[in-house]
């Protein structure tokens, strides 16, 4: 099936929940809203004619500009051999979405990775906290915004200039 059927055949399925969609892209794309992620993700994987089976990449952008945090969910399908990427926009200041750990148990680790790196809340999750960083490290450093502090723990973070290096 072609992305742009599946995009259709979502647009159907769930009127006023899907949004745009681009095809011309290398990863074809279409957005979703949040409060859809869930039955959106668990139809995608259900259906017997596209059988996404695997959450293969789940990852986030931060759009200042925007004031917005932007999910990426990258979907595959063996049976099919198809992909299709979902698309989520939050706003950076509440940036709050379902778990798919429901849908994908895969989706565990990758949400934790986008907690701790944008400061995403994906809830309902069984054990979101930091999979990177220390627990207490202050802030998310992928954030556009992030202003890495000077040490932690009483360790330098600051990095000499490689020329610096070089000239030792």
């Known amino acids: 099936m072609e992305v742009q059927e599946i995009y259709q055949q979502l647009e159907k399925q769930f009127p006023g929940k899907v949004g745009e969609f681009k095809g011309d ?13 869930v039955e959106i993700s ?5 259906d017997p004619n596209l ?20 999910v990426v969910y990258h979907l595959y399908s063996y049976s099919n ?4 990427v979902l698309k989520v926009d939050l706003p950076r ?9 429901g849908v994908w148990k895969v989706a565990n680790w990758f949400e934790r990775e986008v907690f701790d790196l944008f400061g995403v809340i994906f809830e ?25 502090e000077e ?15 070089l000239l030792r």
């Open 124 to 148: 309902g999750h069984s054990d979101l906290r930091r999979i990177m960083l220390p627990e207490d490290w202050v802030g998310h450093p992928l954030r556009k915004d992030y202003v890495e």
């Open 93 to 101: 200041d509440n940036s709050k979405i379902p778990t798919l750990e």
């Open 151 to 165: 040490e932690y723990d009483g360790i330098s973070t600051q990095r000499a200039p490689l020329v610096e290096k």
């Open 81 to 84: 051999k198809s992909q299709i």
């Open 51 to 70: 059988k996404f089976e695997v959450l293969s990449d789940l990852t986030a952008l931060d759009w200042p500009k925007e004031e917005k945090i932007q």
């Open 25 to 37: 892209v290398p990863e074809p794309y279409c957005t979703v809203s949040p409060e859809a992620i």
């Open 42 to 46: 668990r139809f995608l994987r259900d």
